[in-house]
């Protein structure tokens, strides 16, 4: 939207669509039943997009561990993020935080 927020009226599938793109100026890949945020793979830099309309997501250990898909680097969506800088650069992991009013959910 105008503000800088995601528009939550908009399908999950559309924002998926809207943020891989962004990202990588490529269309989305079809989604992986066995990893359901991520969005795919681009010049070794895996996308995950971990978005639930209702709820608040975090990057944390508990969601680190579901991560199947190996690359060089790794960017990640949520609405907060629980693990420390320097274990973010240790495997290059780079959150970026889901510009939404997560005061609303």
Same mark, same amino acid.
């Given at each position: 939207?105008?503000?800088?927020?995601? %528009?939550? %009226?908009?399908?999950? @599938? @559309?924002?998926?669509?809207?943020?891989?793109?962004?990202?990588?100026?490529? !269309?989305? &890949?079809? *989604?992986?039943? *066995?990893? &359901? =945020?991520?969005?795919?793979?681009? !010049?070794? +830099?895996?996308?995950?997009?971990? =978005? @639930?309309?209702?709820?608040?997501?975090?990057?944390?250990?508990?969601?680190?561990?579901?991560?199947?898909?190996?690359?060089?680097?790794?960017? /990640? =969506? *949520?609405?907060?993020?629980?693990? %420390?800088?320097?274990?973010?650069? @240790? $495997? $290059? /992991? +780079?959150?970026?935080?889901? &510009?939404?009013? /997560?005061?609303?959910?």
């Amino acid at each position: 939207m105008q503000d800088g927020k995601l %528009n939550e %009226n908009v399908d999950t @599938e @559309e924002l998926r669509k809207y943020v891989y793109f962004m990202e990588t100026k490529q !269309s989305l &890949p079809p *989604a992986s039943p *066995a990893e &359901p =945020y991520l969005l795919g793979v681009s !010049s070794g +830099t895996a996308y995950y997009f971990c =978005y @639930e309309r209702d709820a608040v997501t975090k990057l944390d250990m508990a969601f680190l561990r579901t991560v199947r898909t190996q690359a060089d680097g790794y960017v /990640i =969506y *949520a609405d907060l993020c629980n693990v %420390n800088e320097a274990f973010l650069k @240790e $495997h $290059h /992991i +780079t959150f970026r935080k889901i &510009p939404r009013d /997560i005061r609303k959910l």
